[in-house]
């Protein structure tokens, strides 16, 4: 109700406010065109960006409102279109949801602002401007239940005056007490449950690769992390072939799941399996350092440093201050170096193992 105030006054109000957000707007978009590609209005299509903007709008209040079965990563799927069940439900949800609410504007004002906030909220992540492998994130939720905890304090509040003023007696406004306290509880003991699956890698992605088996990134960054391990069993080695192997069937041109069968392969001792799996990658993604790096590495291991050296190089140059990249050079630097000296060709070994004192 504070149009009554004049549009002037409102206006005079926001703008300090508007031009904050044209500026971090301007920013951000410059941002993720440097650090991420942004996904192009021509690839999904008009009906496509339609659905995701719906299921954003839709997911993020019905998180807040129910908030179970949460996932680490809400993979965006190969194809979006509007006729999917989940993105047309979305879509039919919202805009039955918001004519209500328009229709009892009069009698619940309330509702539709905490609505309307939401969406204004989400707009920024809900895909309208789009960059990455997510559909949704948990955490945007807050932003959308900031509304929604106001009017149910709000209810709280006019319950207790109501009840202290006799209208309704002391019961009801006791009651919701009571429950406000159980639902906050309940959430806090939630809270402390989600802590428990971001402690570590592992737990994380397990959960993901849980909620959802067809997740492409899920599915091959639990067998990274497990062939991070310090130890790995048998058992787990074979489970994380097993899960990179479906994320290719998935998505074969996902040049990240290779490289981590590289990884697995390597750590099975197959190297010749290993290195075509990271020359896949590599063929994939000509210009991502990573598979580089691990087939310069895989191959310097092999005493192939010849080939190796040049992998590395290249993997080092846009990254020269990554140690384990720097730390891979050098030792293929020297151990080249090494052989070479103890070949007796002096002239080729020398400037290899200054090279490789610079580094290490």
């Keep these: 109700r504070r149009l009554r105030l004049g549009w002037r006054a409102l206006l005079l109000e926001k703008w300090p406010y508007a031009a904050i957000t044209l500026v971090g707007a301007v920013v951000a978009i410059f941002a993720l065109r440097i650090g991420a590609s942004t996904s192009a209005w021509s690839q999904t299509g008009m009906g496509a960006r ?24 809400y993979e ?5 279109d509007l006729s999917q069940g989940r993105f047309l439900g979305s879509l039919v949800a919202f805009v039955a949801v918001s004519a209500c609410l328009v229709l009892l504007r009069r009698r619940a004002p309330w509702a539709l602002a905490a609505w309307a906030y939401s ?30 905890a106001v009017v149910a304090g709000g209810a709280l509040w006019a319950l207790r005056r109501a009840g202290g003023a006799d209208r309704l007696g002391r019961a009801p406004a006791t009651l919701a007490l009571a429950v406000a306290g159980v639902v906050v509880l309940g959430l806090g003991a939630a809270s402390w449950g989600q802590t428990r699956i971001w402690r570590d890698s592992d737990s994380l992605w397990e959960r993901a690769v849980a909620l959802d088996a067809d997740c492409v990134v899920c599915a091959h960054n639990l067998p990274g992390a497990i062939v991070r391990r310090r130890e790995p069993s048998p058992a787990m080695i074979d489970r994380a072939e097993t899960l990179v192997r479906h994320a290719i069937e998935l998505r074969p041109d996902h040049f990240r799941s290779y490289d981590t069968l590289g990884a697995v ?3 099975r001792g197959l190297t ?11 063929r994939l993604a000509p210009n991502q350092v990573g598979p580089e790096a691990n087939l310069g590495a895989l191959l310097a291991r092999q005493g192939r440093y010849t080939e190796a050296l040049p992998w590395l190089r290249k993997a080092v140059a846009p990254q020269p201050a990554s140690p384990d990249f720097r730390r891979n050079l050098g030792y293929a630097l020297r151990n080249h170096g090494s052989d070479l000296a103890r070949q ?17």
């Design 344 to 360: 007796g060709r002096l002239d080729e070994a020398v400037p290899l193992l200054a090279e490789a004192s610079q580094i290490l």
């Design 76 to 80: 965006l799927p190969p194809r979006v």
């Design 50 to 73: 339609v659905g995701v903007v719906a299921y954003a709008f839709w997911f993020y209040p019905s998180r807040w409102v129910w908030p179970a079965g949460l996932s680490p990563l």
């Design 119 to 148: 969406s204004l909220v989400l707009l920024p992540v809900s895909g309208i401007v789009h960059a990455g492998f997510q559909l949704a994130h948990d955490r945007y939720s807050y932003l959308s239940g900031l509304g929604f």
């Design 272 to 282: 010749a399996q290993a290195e075509e799996a990271f020359r896949q990658a590599i």
């Design 265 to 267: 392969l390597a750590h």
